[in-house]
């Protein structure tokens, strides 16, 4: 008999987060199997569950342990309803809430002894963290299970090996692969759904680390990128990666089809939906990712796929935008030609710990001009007046200093850039409503333009180069 195509999903924490999405969840699964798929299914915790666990250690630094137990409680009382609404009074049942137990003093133990020593290490803080992945996984089997889908809990941290990089670690490739392999293709052969934890992983030597918040996502990537699995799937409780901000644009629509490199441009925006690590496993792999809403499955979602066949050149996707930015110029007639002024300038910006998600430079080379967070302008202007306090002494820096809020809008589109007119019908449109421009620059992979503007104008703006995003057929529903 011809083996059933692997399909890996993941379930956000919203998708698992009380008994009714659950039996959508497994409503889901369900009918991917009816469907000839052979699933993989990867968890997040419940939402809102990894934060209650992190500020329980913040509780424990305090010296607040009533804090943590009342955590502790409220945490049991969450899981154990769930339970209750779902799982049948059987053996098993008892059997759940007896891990629960465990892992909920496992919790409170960590806790008890952030509490003694008055210091949370990264280590120990992951070791919390991923407690919610774990108790997720074995109430949702345990559920298959009593209505007759064979499925079993597994914690990743005996399928992803990473490095010691705590709250954020890096996968090992080899070794996870080989893992992967050996403990859930014979699960899978002998027709038994893997019900996996999304989030964490563990050293080589066992200890527990995480991917970063949100990495559930990049589990599940990782999982379907070494099984390999035809198809990832990310169920979250929206329909797909939007053209704007349905609350800045009510129009707006879901994409169908977007590249990766597409979604990269879309920045914190399609963060938002995908993390954005999840992306280069699959990559590598050749495997293509489904954004599905699993509060409406039937909408056939976001496809993500490395190139895009049907791509018309220079087509508008999708338009977004960054609030609470101000624009940085150094500027000075004595910069020209000077190598290291921009080395310079951002190592200053660097050491302040801020990042900077727009930079641009006219050839003239009398400016360089970049966006940071408004509410880190004061130190950076403070770290940049520092490290240039000689050119700016002797005039050959003439002034260091920041606009007002500002928005940095970005318009995604595979090959826009190169597309003769669109900048034009852009700005254009920009023109029409009155919009001034304040700086211009172009990501680096062909696929988006990003422009400055004042920040009260960026409703208008993102609406008015919304209309220039080609409406698809309406769907017949
Ligand atoms: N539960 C983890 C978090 O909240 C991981 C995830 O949901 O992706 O960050
Ligand atoms: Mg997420």
Redo the contacts with the bound molecule.
């Keep these: 008999m011809k083996e059933k195509p692997l399909l890996v999903m993941?379930f956000?924490?919203t998708s698992v987060g009380n008994s009714e999405a659950m039996r959508k969840v497994k409503a889901i699964v369900e009918d991917v199997l009816s469907q000839g798929w052979m699933p993989v299914v990867v968890l997040?915790?419940m939402?809102g569950?990894?934060?209650d666990l992190l500020r329980s250690t913040e509780m424990a630094k305090n010296r607040r342990y009533d804090q943590v137990l009342q955590t502790a409680g409220a945490l049991t009382t969450r899981h154990y309803q769930v339970v209750d609404e779902l799982i049948p009074e059987t053996e098993r049942k008892v059997f759940v809430k007896q891990q629960i137990d465990q892992l909920i003093s496992m919790f409170a133990e960590y806790c008890r002894a952030i509490d003694i020593i008055g210091e949370a290490t990264p280590r120990v803080l992951d070791a919390i963290?991923?407690i919610?992945?774990m108790l997720c996984v074995r109430i949702f089997a345990e559920y298959l299970n009593a209505h007759q889908v064979s499925a079993r809990a597994m914690d990743a941290t005996k399928l992803i090996v990473t490095d010691h990089a705590y709250q954020g670690a890096h996968p090992i490739r080899e070794k996870t692969e080989r893992k992967v392999k050996e403990a859930l293709l014979p699960i899978l052969q002998s027709k038994i759904v893997p019900v996996v934890t999304?989030?964490i992983a563990a050293t080589e030597d066992g200890t527990t680390t995480?991917?970063?918040?949100?990495?559930?996502?990049?589990?599940a990537a990782l999982l379907g990128a070494y099984l390999p699995a035809s198809e990832v799937w990310i169920w979250t409780d929206v329909d797909g990666v939007m053209t704007a901000d349905p609350r800045i644009v009510p129009d707006a629509t879901t994409i169908d089809v977007l590249t990766f490199r597409e979604i990269g441009e879309l920045a914190y925006y399609g963060a938002k939906v995908v993390?954005p690590k999840t992306m280069q496993p699959l990559i590598d792999a050749g495997i293509l990712i489904r954004v599905k809403n699993t509060f409406n499955p039937s909408h056939p979602g976001t496809l993500l796929t490395i190139e895009n066949e049907k791509q018309t050149n220079g087509e508008i996707k999708a338009v977004t935008s960054i609030k609470g930015q101000s624009l940085i110029t150094i500027e000075g007639r004595g910069m020209l030609g000077v190598p290291g002024v921009a080395a310079r300038a951002f190592g200053a910006v660097a050491s302040t710990g801020t990042s900077v998600p727009l930079i641009t430079q006219a050839s003239s080379e009398q400016s360089i001009c970049f966006a940071v967070p408004q509410k880190s302008v004061e130190t950076v202007l403070r770290s940049l007046n520092d490290a240039f306090a000689r050119e700016l002494a002797t005039k050959d820096i003439d002034r260091i200093w920041a606009t007002d809020e500002v928005v940095i809008v970005t318009i995604v589109g595979a090959a826009m850039r190169s597309t003769p007119g669109i900048a034009g019908r852009i700005f254009g449109k920009l023109g029409l409503n009155g919009i001034n421009v304040i700086a211009i620059a172009q990501g680096s992979s062909e696929v988006s333009i990003s422009l400055v503007i004042d920040s009260a104008d960026e409703q208008r703006a993102v609406r008015a180069i919304h209309e220039l995003i080609v409406p698809k057929t309406e769907m017949v529903s």
Excluded at 210 to 219: A, N
């Design positions: 993941k956000g924490g997040s915790a939402s569950v990894t934060d963290a991923g919610g992945e999304g989030f995480t991917l970063g918040r949100g990495g559930s996502d990049y589990s993390h």
